[in-house]
């Protein structure tokens, strides 16, 4: 067991340091600004959607003690879409471990209704939680760089992984499960 | 051109004088930034860039606003609004704009939370007026969390594509120039350069975000309530 959590620790490592250069290469790391992603970003709760694996009430991201995946989509965005199918086979391999939540920043209850992006989700086969970031704080906390993005962070709160653009379930899993093991 | 030749060897004569200062007579000058900025000096020396940067005049303009039905001239804020400026298009395919976007609609979501929103300005300019109409545009605010009725958001639509493309070539230094699309769904798309600037409400430039989409948002909108609250 202990050579297990050796092995999987070094693993972290591993895709840790990776990820460490995909954010360098993606920009706030370079200039300076984000070398903040060691400290555990401070909850924001936000309210969830009545929805296919949803229902109405409230998140807060990050989870306290156990880590967190978010996906940032929109309904008016093709390639968020296009994440939807491996984002479903991602969130059935990882489990109830992980706080698994899709989040919308547009103005959900304002000029975008609750049902409409129920309507785009239950198009789309969604089926975990879906929540609404309204005044974009929790993006704003998680630095979100274009649609979709997906952030993995670990159990005390801390960004493990961030980036944009449309990725495949094997990579989500593998980021999830990274964070999980640091 | 010469005036903003004028105002950047101003500023690096000011860092000079500073520097000699501290050396030489126990910085009396201290470290302040250049010649009416709230901000001090960026991390990141941006002086050589073609674009607008710290200590520079916020470049003026007119363009109109579509949806409120009026003209935007930007020199009409000194002395009342600090500004924050964007250039996007709604059709951007790769989430650059709604990143943009997102920055500057962050930064509206703290003023109104901090109560300073009537002190600040947000301004996206859009360099594709054939196909961002003042619908488009108003659909495009709901999908991206604008806050129409605040007051202080403008989209600012130039009354041709080619008198956007030389505002932002002439005054801000960014060629934008139509391609062939790689997407079948589009017509043609612009090669985008993600610039944010933030100006005081004395018309200087605070901050150039030159890579705006990766900005940290909430350095962003720190570094916007310090220069409104100023």
Same mark, same amino acid.
């Given at each position: 067991m202990k050579r297990r959590n050796l092995l999987a620790g070094l693993a972290s490592v591993g895709a840790l340091g990776g990820a460490g250069a995909v954010a360098t290469g993606n920009a706030p790391a370079a200039l300076g600004i984000g070398g903040e992603s060691s400290d555990p970003v401070d909850p924001v709760t936000l309210d969830t959607i009545d929805a296919p694996g949803s229902r109405d009430g409230e998140v807060t991201i990050p989870a306290d003690g156990r880590p967190t995946f978010v996906d940032f989509f929109g309904t008016w965005c093709p390639p968020c879409a296009e994440q939807m199918p491996a984002l479903g086979e991602a969130h059935d391999r990882v489990g109830d471990e992980v706080l698994f939540a899709s989040v919308t920043t547009e103005d959900v209850g304002g000029s975008v209704s609750e049902s409409d992006v129920a309507d785009w989700w239950r198009e789309h086969d969604g089926n975990w939680l879906v929540a609404a970031d309204v005044t974009a704080e929790l993006a704003a906390k998680?630095?979100?760089?274009?649609?979709?993005?997906?952030?993995?962070?670990?159990?005390?709160?801390?960004i493990a992984w961030s980036d944009s653009g449309v990725h495949t379930a094997d990579e989500l899993v593998a980021r999830i499960e990274a964070a999980q093991n640091r | 051109m010469d005036r903003r030749t004028y105002l950047r060897s101003v500023v690096g004569a000011t860092g000079v004088a500073a520097s000699a200062a501290t050396a030489g007579c126990l910085? *009396? +000058?201290?470290?302040?930034?250049?010649?009416?900025t709230v901000l001090g000096p960026p991390e990141q020396d941006l002086s050589e860039a073609s674009h607008p940067s710290y200590g520079d005049e916020m470049p003026n303009f007119t363009v109109p606003d579509p949806i409120a039905g009026e003209d935007v001239t930007v020199a009409d804020y000194e002395g009342e609004r600090a500004v924050?400026?964007?250039?996007?298009?709604?059709?951007?395919?790769?989430?650059?704009?709604?990143?943009?976007?997102?920055?500057?609609?962050?930064?509206?979501?703290?003023a109104a939370e901090g109560g300073y929103g009537d002190d600040l300005?947000?301004? *996206? +300019?859009?360099?594709d007026p054939e196909r961002d109409t003042a619908d488009v545009l108003r659909e495009y605010a709901g999908q991206q969390g604008v806050d129409l009725d605040a007051g202080?958001?403008?989209f600012l639509r130039p009354e041709s594509y080619e008198a956007g493309q030389s505002l932002l070539e002439e005054k801000f230094g960014l060629v934008i120039e139509k391609t062939d699309s790689q997407y079948e769904n589009l017509e043609y798309q612009f090669p985008h350069y993600g610039l944010i600037l933030l100006a005081n409400k004395q018309g200087i430039v605070e901050r150039a975000y030159p890579r705006g989409p990766q900005t940290d948002i909430e350095s962003l909108v720190e570094d916007v309530e310090r220069v409104v609250t100023a």
């Open positions: 998680l630095d979100v760089g274009g649609y979709p993005t997906a952030v993995a962070l670990d159990a005390d709160g801390r | 910085g *009396a +000058l201290g470290s302040s930034g250049a010649e009416g924050l400026w964007t250039s996007f298009y709604t059709n951007c395919p790769d989430g650059v704009c709604p990143a943009l976007i997102l920055r500057l609609r962050r930064a509206q979501a703290a300005a947000l301004l *996206a +300019l859009t360099f202080n958001w403008h």
